[in-house]
């Protein structure tokens, strides 16, 4: 679905690649904490725990 919808560019910051797997795992957490999967299980740490955190 991702890839009929979405072309990554490649630049000097980062290939089409990296940014293709970077959206697919975006979109991939954003479907499992909707479908209700707990965010604690899509984090490495709580917002809580970073400085200036938006939540």
Not at 12 to 35: M, P, T, W
């Amino acid at each position: 679905v991702l890839d009929a919808d979405y072309t990554p560019m490649t630049d000097h910051r980062a290939s089409a690649a990296y940014r293709g797997l970077v959206a697919r795992n975006i979109l991939f957490k954003a479907l499992a904490e909707a479908g209700g999967l707990p965010r604690s299980a899509t984090r490495i740490i709580e917002p809580s725990e970073i400085r200036d955190a938006a939540e």
